[in-house]
């Protein structure tokens, strides 16, 4: 797994001049000679600096929050808040990169502690155990790196259907798997997709319901519909007649069970007894 991970190195000029940055980027971000006589001081074991040109990004970290950035700012115009970032002996951002990014527009020295051997996979773990990293957080990681291609199809899938993350995980990850466990390899970097065409076409038949239920892509609706189109008998085209028959006829529940009544109450109204199908 560390084998695929790429450490490439993003200057921070690049980052600075990002456009999503617009609002607090006040000055040109120093090269590498600026605060060229600024020397290190080693206190204890943390350093200090404002030679900002030593530090670069890891390809693969989370995205830079703009607004988190500047929330920072004004956090330390009142009170530099002087929590040391972590950085490699290459000194690449392992973890502090907003606090680092805030330092720089406000001039004021970066505290820093080394840490021989870190890498972009003690990222997610340090993000993980202290519970930060959101799941787009991992999706945004690991799609940037090469032999992650089932998150870049992920990211497509997401973004057509509009899904949450944990009914893109159960569908395109085999909606069998127990949730907790898809979710523990999507963060690991070890998510897989069985099938993808059959995910597309099962998220597009329950895309197609949207005219009938606003609530398509709420989770219990979606693992409802899994277990439905698992039914040898169940027709789609036949469902979508009985909904137009019965406009009202999907509405919010509770739970999974409870959608899976009532779309067995709809699917089977004024059908003959052949042509009824059992949910649950």
Sequence with gaps: MDNA???????????LSSKDAPEIQTKKFPNESYNRKAKNEKVGYVYRTKK?????FLIGNREIIWDHVAYLMKRFKKKHIKIPIIVNEDYQVID?????????QLEKPVYYIKVNGAKLSD???????TKLWTAQSYLESYRKQSGF????????????????????????????ASGSNVSRKFKEGKFEIPDLKKAWKHAEMIQELKAFYPGWRRRSFVLAML?????????????????????RGLYDCVNKTQ???LIEEVYNYGLAQNNRIRCY
Aim: hydrophobic share 30%.
């Design 149 to 176: 291609e089932a998150y870049e199809e992920y990211n497509k899938f997401k973004e057509t259907f509009g899904f949450g993350h944990q009914e893109c995980q159960i569908i395109l990850g085999g909606f069998k």
């Design 96 to 104: 502090g990169q907003h606090r680092l990014l805030a330092c720089i």
């Design 52 to 56: 900002y040109g030593i530090f670069t």
């Design 259 to 261: 959608y899976k009544r």
């Design 227 to 247: 277990d439905v189109f698992q039914i040898k008998e169940y027709n789609h085209k036949t469902f979508k007649k009985q909904l137009v028959k019965q406009p």
């Design 123 to 129: 990222v997610s773990e340090l993000n993980s155990s």
């Design 5 to 15: 991970i790429s450490l490439k190195k993003v200057p921070l000029d690049k980052a």
